[in-house]
């Protein structure tokens, strides 16, 4: 009999060696910049072109799913604001958890959650952690052109998730997503808040600049 117990774990415990125990803040811009790059060209099953338009932030974040006997999930990635000279730099993010399960390989899924309001974006901004469906209402977001009449949005943050290829909406109602402290310092050269970058207090670095391009306006 397994026990199927989960325990939240720091959100830098796990995400670099499930992810990779090589990758930069770089590189997981770079992979940040190329998910949404990936559903942008999906107009048909991606997220409403209307709803990234009035979105407030964006947050992009990879999980990995291991395990034989031992399952572990973690995750990292970027969150972004908008703010009054375009997009801020990535704020760096992750989540992990870990349980006993009979879980065998590992997948990987890209979640992409869209921030609809500035009350979501403070949530991020706090510099701890942030539980979904606590500190901001969360739903599955809706996905296609049929959703563009929707025009108000249910929740103060929709959730999206890429699996073979598909964008499909998402609940991560109850999950822990904290800052990397250590990687904003790293990542900009000095010690940052969260809320400073996201407020576009932060100059962007110059390696953000892919990101950014690909956010658009």
Known sequence: MYCNEKAILHPNDLS????????????????????????????????????????RGLAIISVVKAGFFFSGKAGEGVVVARTGHGWSGPSFIGTGGAGFGPQIGAQVTDFVIVLNSERAVRAFSKGGNVTLGADASVAAGPVGRAAEADVTPRAAIYTYSKSQGL???????????????????????RPVTAYDILHGRVAAPAGAASLRAALGR
């Open 167 to 189: 964008f499909i909406g998402a609940s991560l109602e109850g999950a822990v997503i904290g800052t990397r402290t250590g990687a904003n310092e790293h990542y900009y050269g």
């Open 16 to 55: 670099l060696s499930l992810i990779g125990a090589n990758a930069t803040e770089q590189d997981t811009v770079n992979r940040s910049a190329n998910t949404i790059r990936e559903f942008r060209h999906m107009p048909e099953k991606g997220i409403p072109s209307r709803i990234l338009r009035n979105a």
